[in-house]
């Protein structure tokens, strides 16, 4: 079963706009993480929080955590054409020292940034 | 640095054929991971190893999938036989061992199963 929902599914904004994507999930976590996969390619991390971290920043990205919600989201700021692409959510919610980092994956959000 | 390599990177086949899938992880990654990707279902862990040994392959969706890991510095996915229903795009992906380790994917084999 799907650990993480994302939302929207599909977005479609300006270059130079921001773009915010959002993920929930459902049980206790170790960590989330950002993928990102252009069209025929393989997934890509962004970038990972901790359950212990409320905000981090990478770049162009900030991403937040509201474990009381069970929510994350992604913001990427004054987007680019080259950012389109699929973005996921990931959750890694084994026991700590163990599991080996299994992670669960969200449907994703299909990014388009029109030039 | 090379990273994960999949081959084939397409392949077709008629169902009932034998298809075998293979992935060489990133060198000194010790947890290896298959995905499957469909537009129905998303992206479903199949199975992983830890040190070659399989951990989960709770993913598995039955018998005609298996997965092996003699070394590693190679695993294999065979589906015997396979159905048009196993269409898909399979990722291997491979990390360090242990809670917080980025997964660094392959780019995936696409299978069309006729």
């Known amino acids: 079963s799907q650990q993480g929902e994302e939302d929207p599914q599909a977005l479609s904004i300006q270059e130079g706009e921001n773009a915010t994507m959002n993920c929930s999930y459902k049980?206790?976590?170790?960590?989330l993480q950002w993928y990102r996969q252009n069209s025929g390619r393989g997934l890509v991390h962004l970038i990972l929080?901790?359950?212990?971290?409320r905000e981090k920043h990478s770049g162009r990205l900030r991403v937040t955590l509201d474990t009381s919600k069970k929510s994350s989201s992604l913001l990427i700021t004054a987007s680019r054409a080259a950012d389109t692409a699929s973005y996921f959510c990931?959750?890694?919610?084994?026991?700590?020292?163990?599991?080996?980092?299994?992670?669960?994956f969200g449907q994703g959000t299909e990014l388009s940034v029109k030039p | 640095d090379a990273g994960v390599i999949q081959s084939p990177r397409h392949e077709v086949t008629e169902m009932g054929q034998e298809v075998t899938l293979r992935c060489k992880p990133i060198?000194?990654?010790?947890?290896l991971f298959w995905y499957r990707q469909t537009m129905m279902r998303g992206l479903e862990l199949l199975i992983y190893?830890?040190?070659?040994?399989?951990i989960d392959d709770s993913g598995m969706p039955e018998d005609r999938f298996s997965a092996k890991m003699p070394n590693a510095s190679f695993s294999t996915l065979k589906i015997q036989p396979s159905e048009p229903r196993d269409s898909a795009v399979y990722f291997c992906?491979?990390?360090?061992w242990g809670t917080g380790q980025p997964q660094h994917f392959g780019d995936g084999t696409r299978l069309s199963i006729l």
């Open positions: 929080i901790r359950s212990n971290e």
């Open positions: 190893f830890n040190n070659n040994v399989p």
């Open positions: 990931a959750t890694d919610a084994g026991p700590l020292g163990n599991q080996g980092g299994k992670l669960i």
């Open positions: 992906a491979s990390s360090f």
């Open positions: 060198s000194g990654h010790n947890s």
């Open positions: 049980t206790s976590i170790n960590n």
